[in-house]
């Protein structure tokens, strides 16, 4: 089924043999891309309905029970109005969660060191976020720390990165990190830089993901952070 336009009133128009009805579905399939989608309606399929709340619409998916306006019998006068969800359901209040706050961010001030060369926890472990990738797959990850050390060698450096758990799971990566290392010239240097960078993640799948940010020292020095922000952003 198509339609030529972006026009409701066809299927909003009331059709005297029937009147308005409400009627439920079940999503047996859905494009998160394109929005279309196959409802099963009494146990009939039915192809690509339009959709009256296309803001909800990202959050649909496989197996959600959906509202539907009908204005008569065929189902070329129905409309998906959106999903239905029990109040006080951890369903419910991922669906608010997602709508209505789908940015984390945590921030962790304190200074801490680490003379690891491996990826680990700080004694303050983080910041950590946990985000609700949506049916896209796609989020921004965005790091940034001040980094720094002081060590008698003229060579020093500091790395961070980040981890996912729970629907994914992803491992600290050099493609996936911000990263200090110089030769100071002066042993006895103590030297501090900002640093932050912003990583784009496709492919992932929907659900509840942690992220927690991990730390290391290069060059054999003990490397030293501060102001350690992760921020996640959805899309």
């Known amino acids: 089924m198509s339609y030529a336009t972006d026009d409701l009133t066809p299927i909003l128009a009331q059709q005297p043999a029937a009147g308005l009805r409400y009627r439920q579905g079940i999503i047996r399939a859905w494009n998160p891309l394109t929005a279309e989608n196959t409802v099963d309606v009494d146990g009939v399929l039915v192809d690509n309905l339009p959709i009256l709340n296309t803001n909800e619409a990202v959050l649909l998916a496989p197996g959600d029970v959906v509202g539907i306006l009908a204005t008569g019998q065929a189902a070329g006068s129905w409309c998906i109005l959106g999903r239905l969800t029990i109040p006080g359901t951890p369903a419910a209040a991922s669906a608010l969660d997602a709508v209505?706050?789908?940015?984390?961010?945590?921030?962790?001030?304190?200074?801490?060191?680490?003379?690891?060369?491996?990826?680990?926890?700080?004694?303050?472990?983080?910041p950590e976020v946990t985000v609700t990738i949506g049916r896209s797959g796609k989020c921004l990850v965005i790091i940034s720390s001040q980094m720094g050390y002081a060590t008698a060698a003229a060579l020093g450096g500091c790395k961070a990165s980040f981890v996912a758990a729970g629907a994914n799971t992803l491992a600290t990566s050099p493609q996936r990190s911000i990263n200090m290392a110089s030769n100071t010239g002066a042993p006895?240097?103590?030297?501090?830089?900002?640093?932050?960078?912003?990583?784009?993640?496709?492919?992932?799948?929907?659900?509840?993901?942690?992220?927690?940010?991990?730390?290391?020292?290069?060059?054999?020095?003990?490397?030293?952070?501060?102001?350690?922000?992760?921020?996640?952003?959805?899309?």
């Open 100 to 126: 209505s706050n789908p940015i984390r961010a945590a921030v962790i001030s304190t200074q801490e060191s680490t003379a690891s060369a491996v990826y680990g926890d700080l004694a303050t472990v983080g």
């Open 188 to 235: 006895s240097t103590y030297r501090v830089d900002q640093f932050g960078a912003t990583f784009y993640l496709s492919g992932l799948v929907a659900g509840a993901t942690t992220f927690t940010m991990k730390y290391g020292a290069q060059l054999g020095v003990t490397a030293d952070f501060s102001d350690r922000v992760l921020v996640v952003m959805p899309l």
